[in-house]
């Protein structure tokens, strides 16, 4: 028979262990949901990882968007200045995404060293662009001059 003490205690070391697996499970679901930003040059220097969707941003480099015909199949590059990555997404794409603009897409590499989209996100507004983007163009020298005065809301 056990103690009061002791019946205490087995209570407090099962209330841990209940919070410590309930925190590892939440730990584990968060990482798994978790999409790190990845500039074009992070990407073509090997450090965006395959097989695992992330989330690549810079500006639509002029003249490469491509439709497929009869598709909804668009194919065009990203850049951050010094690289572009080829991107290939299916879908209906943002009224705001044009050429020169600055967008961020979600997606995995695939082998080739295309970036397959799952979801395209254009900027907003003519004077927004995501932070990490704009950071990155500015890191590389690839922000034209209009986007000179970006802001942030």
Known sequence: MM????????????????VSLAAFFALTAFQKNLLYFY???QVASGEA????????????VKDSVKREPDSLTVRFEVSDGPNAVPVLYTGILPDLFREGQGI???????????????????????NYMPPE?????????????DYSEYRKK
């Open 3 to 18: 103690t009061p003490r002791q019946r205490r205690m087995t209570w407090v070391a099962l209330m841990v262990a209940g």
């Open 104 to 126: 961020i897409a979600v997606g995995q590499i695939d082998d080739g060293g295309t970036f397959q989209a799952t979801e395209v996100l254009a900027k907003h507004d003519e």
């Open 39 to 41: 500039t074009p040059s």
């Open 49 to 60: 990882p395959k097989g695992y969707p992330f989330r690549i941003g810079g500006l639509v």
């Open 133 to 145: 983007v704009a950071e990155s163009l500015k890191k590389n020298g690839g922000l034209p001059a």
